[in-house]
């Protein structure tokens, strides 16, 4: 079942969830083969921070990449996380 999002675009890869008081949109990235969650917008903090919740299946995730303007934090709630720092 297609949905349209905000901007008018269908999309089959979001299912709509409900976080506690938030709800929201779960996303399904078929490349990297994981669902995100957007618990708090950039918008809702003012632009203080975006807070994504990500299942990730196992072997998935991110290619190695950089971010010039941002940080990132991670939390494991469950399982194991590998990151890669600088070249190590």
């Known amino acids: 079942m297609s949905t349209r999002d ?6 089959e890869s ?10 929201g949109w779960r996303y ?3 490349g990297q083969k994981d669902y995100a969650a957007f618990l708090k917008t950039s918008e809702e903090t003012g ?5 994504i919740e990500i ?3 196992p072997g998935g995730g991110t290619p190695p990449h950089y971010h010039k303007t941002y940080d990132e934090h991670f939390e ?3 399982g194991a996380l ?3 720092l600088g070249k190590e």
């Open 6 to 11: 905000g901007e008018g675009r269908d999309d």
């Open 14 to 23: 979001r299912t709509r969830v409900g976080r506690g008081a938030r709800e």
């Open 28 to 30: 399904y990235n078929p």
């Open 47 to 51: 632009g203080e921070l975006t807070l």
């Open 55 to 57: 299942e990730v299946a």
């Open 76 to 78: 494991v709630l469950a």
């Open 82 to 84: 590998e990151v890669l």
